[in-house]
């Protein structure tokens, strides 16, 4: 587009629905549970029967149906049996895991209840299983399959991150008000 920057061109591209079809169509068969083992579906189970979630998707069916905004166990992704990670939320998953981390560190700075660190550290040692699980899956792929593993992922992500719509911003001078 020869712009300056790539942010310039990021406003107004958009994935195109055949790129996002092919990625669901090669990542549905890499999703795994929330013990990280493989737990493939189907393309429309994969769109149709799961939300995305801020580190997978998620197959509890009325979480789905509110959109993702009804999660019974207020996102405790880790430890829900409905959690369904594929390797597109590889990336945000391990940022989690490091403000986890964190989390606990300054939990116990704070002598805070015991409980609080325990559960901490489940949910750190839950994600890094998955985590580790499917860095291992994806390892034992050919390169090829496992480029276009990143590919898709990076597709996913992409589509992920351009659903927020931004408030347009009125600038409002002293003599207006």
Same mark, same amino acid.
């Given at each position: 587009?020869?712009?300056?920057? +790539?942010? *310039?061109?990021? !406003?107004?591209?958009? %994935?195109?629905?055949?790129?996002? =079809?092919?990625?669901? #169509?090669?990542?549905? /068969?890499?999703?795994?549970?929330?013990?990280?083992?493989?737990?493939?579906?189907?393309?429309?189970?994969?769109? @149709? !029967?799961?939300?995305? +979630?801020?580190?997978?998707?998620?197959?509890?069916?009325?979480?789905?149906?509110?959109?993702?905004?009804?999660?019974?166990?207020?996102?405790?992704?880790?430890?829900?049996?409905?959690? !369904?990670?594929?390797?597109?939320? @590889?990336? $945000?998953?391990? &940022?989690?895991?490091?403000? @986890?981390?964190?989390? =606990?560190?300054?939990?116990? $700075?704070?002598?805070?209840?015991?409980? %609080?660190? #325990? /559960?901490?550290?489940? &949910?750190?040692?839950?994600?890094?299983?998955? #985590?580790?699980?499917?860095? =291992?899956?994806?390892?034992?792929?050919?390169?090829?399959?496992?480029?276009?593993?990143?590919?898709?992922?990076? %597709?996913? =992500?992409? %589509?992920?991150?351009?659903?927020?719509?931004?408030?347009? @911003? *009125? +600038?409002?001078?002293?003599?207006?008000?």
């Amino acid at each position: 587009m020869d712009h300056k920057s +790539v942010s *310039t061109t990021q !406003r107004y591209y958009t %994935v195109s629905l055949k790129r996002k =079809r092919d990625a669901v #169509t090669k990542l549905s /068969a890499h999703v795994v549970d929330n013990h990280g083992r493989p737990s493939p579906c189907s393309e429309p189970a994969y769109e @149709l !029967r799961s939300v995305a +979630v801020p580190y997978g998707g998620c197959t509890e069916p009325s979480n789905v149906k509110a959109g993702g905004s009804s999660c019974p166990i207020r996102f405790q992704c880790a430890g829900c049996g409905y959690y !369904r990670p594929d390797p597109s939320y @590889l990336t $945000a998953i391990e &940022q989690h895991i490091s403000e @986890l981390r964190a989390d =606990r560190e300054t939990a116990l $700075a704070m002598d805070a209840a015991e409980f %609080v660190t #325990t /559960a901490l550290t489940a &949910q750190i040692s839950s994600f890094e299983q998955v #985590t580790d699980r499917m860095r =291992r899956q994806l390892a034992s792929l050919p390169a090829t399959e496992r480029q276009e593993i990143e590919e898709a992922s990076a %597709v996913l =992500r992409k %589509v992920r991150a351009g659903t927020h719509t931004l408030l347009p @911003l *009125t +600038v409002i001078t002293k003599e207006e008000a």
